[in-house]
Protein backbone atom coordinates (compact mmCIF):
# COMPACT_ATOMS: atom_id res chain seq x y z
CA UNK A 1 0.00 0.00 0.00
CA UNK A 2 1.36 3.55 -0.85
CA UNK A 3 1.74 6.24 1.46
CA UNK A 4 -1.28 7.84 -0.18
CA UNK A 5 -3.33 5.06 0.08
CA UNK A 6 -2.22 5.00 3.58
CA UNK A 7 -3.27 8.14 4.56
CA UNK A 8 -6.46 8.03 2.69
CA UNK A 9 -6.96 4.86 5.15
CA UNK A 10 -6.05 6.62 7.97
CA UNK A 11 -8.53 10.07 7.46
CA UNK A 12 -11.70 7.52 6.19
CA UNK A 13 -11.70 5.54 9.11
CA UNK A 14 -12.37 8.10 11.52
CA UNK A 15 -13.98 10.62 9.43
CA UNK A 16 -16.53 8.05 8.14
CA UNK A 17 -19.82 9.17 9.79
CA UNK A 18 -18.26 10.53 12.67
CA UNK A 19 -20.21 13.65 13.40
CA UNK A 20 -19.76 16.46 15.64
CA UNK A 21 -20.93 15.15 19.04
CA UNK A 22 -20.20 18.72 21.11
CA UNK A 23 -21.83 20.64 18.44
CA UNK A 24 -22.25 24.17 18.87
CA UNK A 25 -20.16 24.94 15.37
CA UNK A 26 -21.56 25.68 12.37
CA UNK A 27 -21.37 22.68 10.17
CA UNK A 28 -18.98 23.40 7.14
CA UNK A 29 -19.79 21.19 3.75
CA UNK A 30 -17.35 18.26 3.77
CA UNK A 31 -15.27 17.28 0.79
CA UNK A 32 -16.23 13.97 -0.84
CA UNK A 33 -13.66 11.26 -0.10
CA UNK A 34 -13.27 7.76 -1.23
CA UNK A 35 -15.86 4.94 -1.12
CA UNK A 36 -14.94 1.79 0.49
CA UNK A 37 -15.47 -0.79 -1.47
CA UNK A 38 -15.95 -4.50 -1.48
CA UNK A 39 -12.88 -6.31 -1.88
CA UNK A 40 -12.72 -9.30 -4.64
CA UNK A 41 -13.17 -12.39 -3.17
CA UNK A 42 -15.50 -10.93 -0.57
CA UNK A 43 -19.07 -11.71 -0.26
CA UNK A 44 -21.66 -9.26 0.83
CA UNK A 45 -24.50 -9.90 2.23
CA UNK A 46 -26.66 -6.60 2.29
CA UNK A 47 -29.85 -5.12 5.11
CA UNK A 48 -30.39 -7.92 7.29
CA UNK A 49 -33.22 -7.37 9.28
CA UNK A 50 -31.33 -8.13 12.74
CA UNK A 51 -34.73 -7.01 14.86
CA UNK A 52 -37.25 -8.67 12.95
CA UNK A 53 -39.16 -5.05 12.43
CA UNK A 54 -38.07 -3.71 8.75
CA UNK A 55 -36.76 -0.45 10.27
CA UNK A 56 -33.78 0.20 7.85
CA UNK A 57 -32.30 1.85 10.95
CA UNK A 58 -32.28 -2.00 12.46
CA UNK A 59 -30.65 -3.80 9.92
CA UNK A 60 -27.02 -4.40 8.98
CA UNK A 61 -24.57 -5.73 6.49
CA UNK A 62 -22.28 -8.82 6.43
CA UNK A 63 -18.92 -9.09 4.52
CA UNK A 64 -17.13 -12.52 4.77
CA UNK A 65 -14.22 -14.18 1.79
CA UNK A 66 -16.81 -15.86 -0.95
CA UNK A 67 -14.97 -19.51 0.36
CA UNK A 68 -13.55 -19.86 4.36
CA UNK A 69 -12.74 -23.26 5.55
CA UNK A 70 -13.97 -22.59 9.01
CA UNK A 71 -15.83 -20.40 10.84
CA UNK A 72 -14.51 -16.69 11.00
CA UNK A 73 -13.89 -14.26 14.09
CA UNK A 74 -16.22 -11.64 13.04
CA UNK A 75 -15.73 -7.82 13.74
CA UNK A 76 -18.42 -4.98 13.83
CA UNK A 77 -18.15 -1.65 12.81
CA UNK A 78 -20.40 0.95 14.49
CA UNK A 79 -20.99 4.06 12.94
CA UNK A 80 -20.45 7.74 14.31
CA UNK A 81 -22.12 10.73 13.33
CA UNK A 82 -23.41 11.77 16.80
CA UNK A 83 -26.20 9.48 17.08
CA UNK A 84 -28.38 11.54 14.89
CA UNK A 85 -26.35 10.76 11.17
CA UNK A 86 -24.57 8.42 9.95
CA UNK A 87 -25.14 4.81 8.10
CA UNK A 88 -23.60 1.21 8.45
CA UNK A 89 -23.07 2.19 4.17
CA UNK A 90 -19.05 3.06 3.68
CA UNK A 91 -17.92 0.83 6.58
CA UNK A 92 -13.90 1.42 7.23
CA UNK A 93 -13.39 -1.65 8.44
CA UNK A 94 -14.31 -3.96 5.26
CA UNK A 95 -10.03 -4.26 4.42
CA UNK A 96 -9.88 -7.13 7.65
CA UNK A 97 -12.61 -9.60 5.53
CA UNK A 98 -9.32 -9.57 3.41
CA UNK A 99 -7.68 -10.95 6.43
CA UNK A 100 -9.21 -14.00 7.46
CA UNK A 101 -12.28 -11.97 9.56
CA UNK A 102 -16.11 -11.45 8.64
CA UNK A 103 -16.98 -8.12 9.29
CA UNK A 104 -20.73 -6.77 9.50
CA UNK A 105 -21.86 -2.88 9.80
CA UNK A 106 -24.91 -2.00 11.62
CA UNK A 107 -27.51 0.30 11.76
CA UNK A 108 -29.06 1.47 14.34
CA UNK A 109 -31.73 3.79 15.39
CA UNK A 110 -30.66 7.46 15.66
CA UNK A 111 -31.84 10.57 17.83
CA UNK A 112 -34.41 11.30 15.65
CA UNK A 113 -36.43 8.04 16.37
CA UNK A 114 -35.78 7.68 20.15
CA UNK A 115 -33.56 8.83 22.75
CA UNK A 116 -31.23 6.44 25.37
CA UNK A 117 -30.82 3.21 25.44
CA UNK A 118 -32.40 2.93 22.15
CA UNK A 119 -29.00 2.83 20.30
CA UNK A 120 -27.34 0.47 22.96
CA UNK A 121 -30.24 -2.01 22.55
CA UNK A 122 -29.92 -2.15 19.39
CA UNK A 123 -25.89 -2.65 19.22
CA UNK A 124 -26.47 -5.48 21.51
CA UNK A 125 -29.78 -6.92 20.21
CA UNK A 126 -27.02 -6.90 16.62
CA UNK A 127 -24.69 -8.57 18.51
CA UNK A 128 -27.13 -11.67 19.94
CA UNK A 129 -28.53 -11.89 16.33
CA UNK A 130 -25.25 -12.61 14.38
CA UNK A 131 -24.30 -14.94 17.41
CA UNK A 132 -27.39 -16.48 17.13
CA UNK A 133 -26.77 -16.66 13.11
CA UNK A 134 -23.26 -17.71 13.72
CA UNK A 135 -23.25 -21.60 12.36
CA UNK A 136 -25.41 -19.79 8.71
CA UNK A 137 -23.18 -17.23 8.49
CA UNK A 138 -19.59 -19.25 9.27
CA UNK A 139 -18.63 -17.20 12.06
CA UNK A 140 -17.09 -18.35 15.23
CA UNK A 141 -19.87 -17.04 18.22
CA UNK A 142 -16.80 -17.36 20.86
CA UNK A 143 -14.95 -14.41 18.65
CA UNK A 144 -16.91 -11.29 18.19
CA UNK A 145 -14.95 -7.64 18.33
CA UNK A 146 -16.34 -4.09 17.71
CA UNK A 147 -14.70 -1.24 16.47
CA UNK A 148 -16.46 2.25 16.39
CA UNK A 149 -15.27 6.12 15.78
CA UNK A 150 -17.04 8.81 18.10
CA UNK A 151 -20.54 7.89 18.72
CA UNK A 152 -19.55 4.55 17.41
CA UNK A 153 -16.78 4.72 19.83
CA UNK A 154 -18.87 5.11 23.16
CA UNK A 155 -21.60 2.58 21.74
CA UNK A 156 -18.46 -0.05 21.21
CA UNK A 157 -17.14 0.94 24.54
CA UNK A 158 -20.82 0.60 26.43
CA UNK A 159 -20.86 -2.75 24.74
CA UNK A 160 -17.22 -3.79 26.34
CA UNK A 161 -18.42 -2.81 29.84
CA UNK A 162 -22.39 -3.47 29.99
CA UNK A 163 -22.31 -6.98 28.88
CA UNK A 164 -24.29 -8.08 32.15
CA UNK A 165 -26.56 -4.93 32.51
CA UNK A 166 -30.34 -6.09 32.80
CA UNK A 167 -32.77 -4.16 31.07
CA UNK A 168 -31.21 -3.47 27.50
CA UNK A 169 -32.22 -6.62 25.81
CA UNK A 170 -35.66 -6.00 24.87
CA UNK A 171 -35.66 -4.95 21.57
CA UNK A 172 -34.79 -8.01 19.07
CA UNK A 173 -35.24 -12.02 20.04
CA UNK A 174 -32.26 -14.72 20.72
CA UNK A 175 -32.63 -13.44 24.26
CA UNK A 176 -31.12 -16.52 25.21
CA UNK A 177 -28.04 -15.49 23.60
CA UNK A 178 -25.00 -13.11 25.02
CA UNK A 179 -23.99 -9.60 23.73
CA UNK A 180 -20.97 -10.39 25.39
CA UNK A 181 -17.97 -8.78 23.28
CA UNK A 182 -14.18 -10.28 22.73
CA UNK A 183 -12.77 -6.97 21.67
CA UNK A 184 -13.19 -3.29 21.84
CA UNK A 185 -11.63 -0.59 19.71
CA UNK A 186 -12.94 3.01 20.74
CA UNK A 187 -11.88 5.36 18.73
CA UNK A 188 -12.30 8.82 20.18
CA UNK A 189 -16.17 8.08 21.92
CA UNK A 190 -17.26 9.66 25.15
CA UNK A 191 -16.88 7.64 28.34
CA UNK A 192 -18.29 9.83 30.89
CA UNK A 193 -20.67 12.40 30.15
CA UNK A 194 -20.79 14.09 33.51
CA UNK A 195 -17.32 15.27 32.90
CA UNK A 196 -14.97 17.18 30.77
CA UNK A 197 -18.03 17.89 28.57
CA UNK A 198 -18.59 21.77 27.74
CA UNK A 199 -21.45 22.49 29.39
CA UNK A 200 -23.78 25.35 27.11
CA UNK A 201 -23.27 23.01 24.15
CA UNK A 202 -24.26 20.30 26.01
CA UNK A 203 -27.06 22.28 27.46
CA UNK A 204 -28.45 23.05 24.30
CA UNK A 205 -31.56 22.07 22.94
CA UNK A 206 -30.09 20.75 19.72
CA UNK A 207 -27.07 19.14 20.72
CA UNK A 208 -26.09 15.83 20.32
CA UNK A 209 -26.08 15.27 23.92
CA UNK A 210 -29.73 16.68 24.58
CA UNK A 211 -30.95 14.89 21.77
CA UNK A 212 -29.39 11.33 23.16
CA UNK A 213 -30.01 11.59 26.79
CA UNK A 214 -33.77 13.31 25.80
CA UNK A 215 -33.28 16.44 27.79
CA UNK A 216 -30.46 19.09 28.62
CA UNK A 217 -27.38 17.07 30.77
CA UNK A 218 -28.51 19.17 33.83
CA UNK A 219 -31.48 17.71 34.09
CA UNK A 220 -30.34 14.41 32.79
CA UNK A 221 -27.96 13.45 35.34
CA UNK A 222 -29.41 10.01 35.99
CA UNK A 223 -29.30 9.40 32.44
CA UNK A 224 -26.10 10.77 31.63
CA UNK A 225 -24.91 8.04 34.30
CA UNK A 226 -26.52 5.21 32.67
CA UNK A 227 -25.03 6.17 28.97
CA UNK A 228 -21.60 6.24 30.57
CA UNK A 229 -19.09 3.11 29.94
CA UNK A 230 -17.29 4.37 32.93
CA UNK A 231 -20.06 3.00 34.87
CA UNK A 232 -20.20 -0.08 34.43
CA UNK A 233 -16.42 -1.11 34.21
CA UNK A 234 -15.61 -4.99 36.01
CA UNK A 235 -12.89 -7.29 35.81
CA UNK A 236 -14.17 -9.28 33.31
CA UNK A 237 -14.41 -6.75 30.83
CA UNK A 238 -12.70 -7.55 27.06
CA UNK A 239 -9.34 -5.98 26.00
CA UNK A 240 -9.55 -2.60 25.28
CA UNK A 241 -7.61 -0.62 22.60
CA UNK A 242 -8.42 3.47 22.47
CA UNK A 243 -7.68 5.71 19.54
CA UNK A 244 -7.27 9.10 20.70
CA UNK A 245 -5.97 12.72 18.99
CA UNK A 246 -4.52 14.95 21.20
CA UNK A 247 -6.24 17.47 19.60
CA UNK A 248 -9.55 16.78 19.96
CA UNK A 249 -11.64 20.02 20.25
CA UNK A 250 -15.15 18.01 20.42
CA UNK A 251 -14.62 14.99 22.68
CA UNK A 252 -11.63 15.81 25.06
CA UNK A 253 -8.65 13.47 25.22
CA UNK A 254 -9.16 13.18 28.72
CA UNK A 255 -12.44 11.33 28.35
CA UNK A 256 -10.09 8.35 26.78
CA UNK A 257 -7.48 8.50 29.57
CA UNK A 258 -10.30 8.68 32.19
CA UNK A 259 -12.07 5.04 30.90
CA UNK A 260 -8.43 3.86 30.28
CA UNK A 261 -7.22 4.71 34.26
CA UNK A 262 -10.81 2.87 35.20
CA UNK A 263 -9.80 0.22 33.05
CA UNK A 264 -6.70 -0.40 34.11
CA UNK A 265 -7.78 -0.34 37.96
CA UNK A 266 -10.58 -2.74 37.14
CA UNK A 267 -7.36 -4.93 36.03
CA UNK A 268 -8.51 -5.03 32.70
CA UNK A 269 -6.22 -5.47 29.39
CA UNK A 270 -6.03 -2.21 27.70
CA UNK A 271 -3.86 0.50 25.72
CA UNK A 272 -4.40 3.98 25.28
CA UNK A 273 -3.06 5.39 21.86
CA UNK A 274 -2.51 8.75 22.04
CA UNK A 275 -2.38 10.21 18.42
CA UNK A 276 -0.09 13.51 18.72
CA UNK A 277 -2.10 16.46 16.39
CA UNK A 278 -4.62 13.84 15.72
CA UNK A 279 -8.24 16.27 15.75
CA UNK A 280 -11.44 14.75 15.67
CA UNK A 281 -12.82 12.31 12.25
CA UNK A 282 -8.79 13.53 11.22
CA UNK A 283 -6.13 11.35 11.04
CA UNK A 284 -3.68 12.76 8.85
CA UNK A 285 0.31 12.33 7.29
CA UNK A 286 0.80 15.22 9.79
CA UNK A 287 0.06 12.44 12.79
CA UNK A 288 2.27 10.64 15.21
CA UNK A 289 1.84 7.47 14.55
CA UNK A 290 1.17 7.81 11.30
CA UNK A 291 -2.28 6.54 9.80
CA UNK A 292 -0.76 3.77 8.68
CA UNK A 293 0.37 3.01 12.26
CA UNK A 294 -2.41 3.01 13.72
CA UNK A 295 -4.05 0.89 10.88
CA UNK A 296 -1.91 -2.03 11.90
CA UNK A 297 -1.79 -1.35 15.64
CA UNK A 298 -5.74 -1.66 15.01
CA UNK A 299 -5.66 -4.90 12.92
CA UNK A 300 -2.47 -6.37 15.22
CA UNK A 301 -5.01 -5.80 18.42
CA UNK A 302 -7.77 -7.47 16.91
CA UNK A 303 -5.29 -10.63 15.48
CA UNK A 304 -3.96 -11.11 19.04
CA UNK A 305 -7.32 -11.13 20.39
CA UNK A 306 -10.03 -12.80 18.14
CA UNK A 307 -7.52 -15.11 16.26
CA UNK A 308 -5.64 -16.67 18.86
CA UNK A 309 -7.91 -17.11 21.37
CA UNK A 310 -11.44 -18.91 20.88
CA UNK A 311 -12.43 -18.34 24.64
Not at 6 to 18: D, E, N, Q, T, Y
Not at 91 to 120: D, H, K, M, W
Not at 191 to 209: G, M, Q, V, Y
Not at 282 to 295: D, N, Q
Request: proline share 7%; aromatic share 8%; hydrophobic share 35%.
Amino acid sequence: MTRRKGWIFGVLVVAVGSGSIAQGQERKEQPKRPQFRVPEGVKAERDIDYVGGGLKSQMLDLFAAEEASEPLPLVVWIHGGAWQSGSKENCPALPLATRGYAVASINYRLTGEASFPAQIEDCRAAIRWLRANAEKHHLDPRRIGVWGASAGGHLVALLGTSADVKGWDGVGGHSNESARVQAVCDYFGPADFLLHFNPDRATKADSPITRLLGGPLKDKQDEARKASPVTYISKDDPPFLIVHGDQDPLVPIVQSELLCDALKKAGVDVTLLKVKNGKHGAFGPECEPSPMEIRDTVFKFFDNNLKKSSQ
